[in-house]
Nanobody, 117 residues
């Protein structure tokens, strides 16, 4: 059974920082491309950043320079360091796992990030 469990969300003031974590189980973590998506009310889910098994990263233009994705294969975990938060970053953030060879995809349950003064 595949599980992706996010943590680290919360309420933060503009300009603040958070570190999101996602712990994976039930998959061979090291071969998966891991990613973070977000969905704000009324909006479609969008890619924030992802990281391949080899460590190559990709991120949305809106978060470049503020968000950093990383992974620890020994801990089966992926992280999203988010700095200089803006109110428009408010969303539910979802962890995503993709097996690039077979196209298998898995989602976490999401963690809420709210940026407000």
């Amino acid at each position: 059974q595949v599980q992706l469990v996010e943590s680290g969300g919360g309420l933060v003031q503009p300009g603040g920082s958070l570190r999101l974590s996602c712990a994976a189980s039930g998959i061979i973590f090291s071969i998966y491309t891991m990613g973070w998506y977000r969905q704000a009310p009324g909006n479609q889910r969008e890619l924030v950043a992802d990281i391949t098994s080899g460590g190559s990263t990709n991120s949305a233009d809106s978060v470049k320079g503020r968000f950093t994705i990383s992974r620890d294969n020994a801990k089966n975990s992926v992280y999203l360091q988010i700095n200089s938060l803006k109110p428009e970053d408010t969303a539910v953030y979802y962890c995503h796992a993709l097996n690039p060879s077979f196209g298998l995809r898995y989602w976490g349950q999401g963690t809420q990030v709210t940026v407000s003064s």
